[in-house]
């Protein structure tokens, strides 16, 4: 019998945990009860048509459940490869772009290598970074929350960043960066330069796409979340120049796309006139959203080109939050960017939907005080 020993305490185990795992924040979304109307997520407001969901059952059901799915998702990067004007084994396939992001800091980054990062930005890729103990470099917003071209062209040269992250259209802000402000930050890298394009189906500034015939440093990640609908499935995709997408492929794990996924997105991608009516009215959504915004009294508005709008009013974002989601309307408080504190932001919803939050707004605004009785 082995001798009797003192286990070790819980604390002993989890100093064995690295500090950059510690010293992070889990994300987490939170979702109160009661909620009717959830604005708070940048999701396409519309699900699949029944018809469609029918068809994805019946599929569904002959799919071989003992046998793992390859390592890539063939047809689906074929499909989408022919989507976006370029060969498949450009194509790196994942399971949400948030995956993709966790393997550039596997494949990219040691500890202490360079990083470029915007404010504000998607809150995962600083989170990454950080686990992956890179050393950043941020670079602060323009006035009108625009990222700052010049300056982050500059960061990246004298840091000689071994990567640089741009999102466009910007999420929490919902600005896009112009196609020559991007080559801008791409031709004076010499390390790689992503180019977030999550929201690229609302973007009246187009895809970044021709970038990488000459820049093989560009890496332009995508999702099916947002235009597509498919937030729900868990898949986005890399573009890339093909040794990158070979070495990218020995950094991350086997196995990532389940076929119902892909079955999913095929049969989305077979339907072209779908997407381009949900992208159109969803569009018109956020018009729609913004104008009333901005015809309210002592609100005020960022424009966006995404399906999202962030606004400040007068009340204080977590009060107003609060009152909203008692209304059963949640949307999101941007407070955990500090150029943000005191905006809120609204995804594109239904009609019904946006009615009901602007309802909402009205009269939370009215009964705070915070504007004129009509």
């Known amino acids: 019998m082995a001798a009797d020993t003192d286990s070790p305490s819980l604390d002993d185990v989890l100093q064995h945990i690295r500090p950059a795992v510690r010293d992070r924040s889990e994300y987490i979304v939170d979702m109160p009860e009661g909620i009717d109307v959830k604005l708070n997520q940048n999701e396409s407001p519309f699900d699949l048509p029944a018809g469609l969901k029918q068809e994805l059952l019946d599929?569904?059901?002959?799919?071989?459940?003992?046998r793992y799915p390859s390592e890539q998702p063939e047809a689906l990067r074929h499909a989408l490869a022919e989507y976006d004007?370029?060969?498949?084994?450009?194509?790196?396939?994942?399971?949400?772009?948030?995956?993709?992001?966790?393997?550039?800091?596997?494949?990219?980054?040691?500890?202490?290598?360079?990083?470029?990062?915007?404010?504000?930005?998607?809150?995962?890729?600083?989170?990454?970074?950080?686990?992956?103990?890179?050393?950043?470099?941020?670079?602060?917003?323009?006035?009108?929350?625009?990222?700052?071209?010049?300056?982050?062209?500059?960061?990246?040269?004298?840091?000689?960043?071994?990567?640089?992250?741009?999102?466009?259209?910007?999420?929490?802000?919902?600005?896009?960066?112009?196609?020559?402000?991007?080559?801008?930050?791409?031709?004076?890298?010499?390390?790689?330069?992503?180019?977030?394009?999550?929201?690229?189906?609302?973007?009246?500034?187009?895809?970044?796409?021709?970038?990488?015939?000459?820049?093989?440093?560009?890496?332009?990640?995508?999702?099916?979340?947002?235009?597509?609908g498919l937030a729900g499935a868990r898949l986005g995709y890399l573009l890339a120049h093909p040794a990158v997408v070979t070495e990218l492929m020995k950094a991350r794990l086997p196995f990532m796309v389940d076929r119902f996924a892909e079955q999913t997105a095929l049969a989305v991608l077979r339907r072209p006139d779908l997407i381009e009516d949900r992208v159109s009215r969803i569009e018109a959504s956020i018009t729609t959203l913004t104008e009333a915004l901005q015809a309210m009294e002592g609100v005020e508005v960022v424009p966006s080109q995404a399906n999202f709008v962030v606004f400040t009013t007068p009340l204080p974002a977590d009060t107003?939050?609060?009152?909203?989601?008692?209304?059963?309307?949640?949307?999101?408080?941007?407070?955990?960017?500090?150029?943000?504190?005191?905006?809120?932001?609204?995804?594109?919803?239904?009609?019904?939907?946006?009615?009901?939050?602007?309802?909402?707004?009205?009269?939370?605004?009215?009964?705070?005080?915070?504007?004129s009785e009509v």
Do not use: C, W
């Open 85 to 228: 004007g370029v060969d498949p084994d450009q194509i790196l396939v994942g399971n949400g772009s948030n995956e993709i992001t966790y393997t550039f800091g596997l494949a990219f980054l040691d500890p202490g290598d360079p990083v470029v990062l915007p404010r504000p930005m998607f809150s995962l890729y600083e989170k990454v970074m950080r686990l992956q103990e890179a050393d950043l470099t941020i670079v602060p917003p323009q006035d009108d929350f625009g990222f700052d071209a010049d300056a982050l062209a500059t960061a990246a040269a004298e840091t000689e960043a071994v990567l640089t992250i741009l999102t466009t259209p910007n999420n929490p802000t919902g600005l896009a960066m112009t196609l020559d402000e991007l080559e801008q930050v791409v031709t004076a890298s010499s390390g790689f330069v992503v180019i977030d394009e999550a929201y690229v189906e609302f973007n009246p500034e187009g895809t970044a796409i021709d970038l990488l015939e000459q820049h093989p440093n560009v890496l332009i990640l995508r999702t099916l979340s947002k235009g597509f």
């Open 320 to 371: 107003l939050q609060d009152r909203l989601a008692d209304r059963g309307v949640l949307v999101r408080n941007m407070g955990g960017y500090p150029e943000l504190e005191g905006y809120l932001r609204v995804s594109a919803g239904t009609e019904e939907e946006n009615n009901a939050f602007l309802d909402a707004l009205d009269v939370s605004l009215e009964e705070a005080g915070a504007i």
């Open 59 to 66: 599929a569904h059901a002959q799919v071989e459940m003992n």
